[in-house]
């Protein structure tokens, strides 16, 4: 299966970056994850939570639809729930230090020319880099 890997991101980023244009195009706003639910848990996203709501609906029923369809597929990840939850968080954190996540920076800031998301995706992406 590693000779299709390529072949999945590819698809994977187009289907992010479509969904990116299709939701800026949509309502006017950045499709950033961490920006839609921290809206909806801090109230700042009252006026649009119907569409905040129906967005990470689609990011919790997109991948379950994905695992019922095709089963679910081996991964290196900890089956330590410990470990997971502090990843979380650490994850939470850090999209609040940096004013977004990838999906938010990375995918859209870069794809609009924002200064601040090419700085924050070069950041992450060094950071990713010197931990691995």
Not at 31 to 48: F, N, Y
Not at 53 to 79: E, Q
Request: with cysteine; proline share 2%; net charge neutral.
């Amino acid at each position: 299966m590693i000779e299709d890997d390529w072949l999945m991101g590819v698809l994977g980023g187009l289907m992010i970056g479509g969904a990116g244009a299709l939701y800026l195009l949509g309502n006017g706003r950045i499709m950033g994850a961490s920006g839609i639910l921290g809206g909806l848990l801090d109230g700042s996203g009252k006026d649009t939570a119907r569409d905040q709501l129906f967005f990470l609906t689609g990011l919790i029923l997109a991948p379950a639809a994905l695992v019922l369809s095709t089963g679910t597929h081996p991964t290196n990840i900890t089956s330590d729930v410990s470990i997971l939850i502090a990843a979380g968080l650490l994850v939470g954190i850090g999209t609040r230090l940096a004013n977004g996540c990838t999906s938010g920076h990375g995918v859209c800031g870069i794809s609009r020319l924002s200064l601040r998301g090419i700085a924050a995706t070069v950041i992450y992406i060094t950071a990713g880099a010197t931990t691995m």
